[in-house]
């Protein structure tokens, strides 16, 4: 079960040769063995998840509970190497002990991150597993991976990610720059693909059935319900109201929707298999009907009345 401290045992887990994660040699020994006196979470889960798949929105509202840890990308190998020298981590081992600790928020560890994080950082999915056992998981994908090419083509050439980040004047302003390329969305889209193709095997070797979301559909929740959801499924305590409003909304524009029309049309073929794969996913996305019928304090609204007979 999660919750065993066996990193730093006889036994140290180390990734395989895969992993490309470099972690600091010099560390401060003292300040590190500071850090394992706190008290580490004892609940734990990790969401999957792919680029413009609604991972930003779902960490804000995770954060801004209170209760349900900081979901951010902790593994990303480009964050790890100066996350681990703040935490005086010089090994994975370390650095799971550390985030364990600075990360406990109300008891809870959470995180998120690619198959193509896991593979950087952990080097393979036995590795990963070995840390995360007896761990809840979460798996958010994007339903129609179309949009999510088009919606990271756009990304890469405004260079425009979130709403936060970037004025609605600009994000309009922007679509002026922007030129249909056939050939970026078809990468990212096989991009997104061999991520969920790699998450779907890691799944079913290891015989895990997560909390399947979609971008689209957690997207159209009230940030209460969806946060009180969330803690429903990882048995976390109830969320209190959520401190502040979240700056995160949607920047697709009608542009994304006539170059994702374009493209089907244009890339039928190409899309075929991978629409044909991607539909046993989709239809395994939790509806989210219950958490819809909470009210915006994440309370259960009672059932309308019954129609009357005239």
């Not at 006889?10 to 500071?34: E, G, L, Y």
């Not at 991972?55 to 995770?62: E, G």
Request: glycine share 4%; aromatic share 10%.
């Amino acid at each position: 079960m999660f919750g065993r401290e066996v990193f730093r045992n006889a036994n140290p887990i180390s990734p395989p040769p895969q992993a490309t994660v470099r972690f600091p040699p010099d560390v401060d020994k003292a300040q590190f063995a500071a850090l394992l006196r706190q008290p580490p979470a004892h609940r734990c889960y990790a969401v999957f998840f792919t680029a413009r798949s609604g991972s930003s929105w779902l960490t804000d509202v995770a954060a801004r509970s209170g209760v349900l840890g900081l979901p951010d990308e902790c593994f990303n190998p480009r964050f790890v190497p100066n996350m681990a020298q703040n935490l005086h981590a010089a090994s994975l081992d370390d650095y799971m002990l550390a985030l364990r600790r600075r990360r406990n928020i109300a008891g809870c560890f959470g995180c998120e991150l690619t198959a193509h994080h896991l593979r950087a950082t952990f080097g393979g999915a036995a590795t990963f597993m070995r840390y995360f056992d007896g761990a809840k998981f979460i798996w958010l994908l994007r339903e129609d991976i179309v949009l999510q090419g088009v919606s990271l083509m756009k990304m890469q050439q405004t260079r425009i990610s979130h709403l936060p980040q970037s004025s609605a004047q600009a994000i309009g302003h922007a679509d002026n720059t922007v030129r249909y390329d056939a050939a970026a969305i078809k990468r990212w889209i096989t991009h997104s693909f061999q991520a969920e193709e790699r998450t779907e095997a890691l799944l079913a070797r290891y015989g895990l059935a997560p909390l399947r979301l979609s971008y689209e559909k957690i997207t159209q929740l009230p940030e209460q319900a969806l946060a009180q959801y969330l803690a429903d499924y990882l048995v976390a305590p109830k969320v209190p109201p959520l401190s502040g409003r979240s700056a995160h909304k949607r920047i697709a524009t009608a542009l994304n929707t006539e170059y994702a029309a374009r493209f089907r049309q244009e890339e039928a073929q190409f899309l075929r298999g991978i629409t044909q794969t991607r539909w046993r996913w989709v239809q395994k996305v939790a509806p989210l009907s219950a958490a819809a019928d909470r009210d915006e304090n994440g309370s259960k609204t009672p059932a309308p009345p019954p129609a009357q007979r005239h």
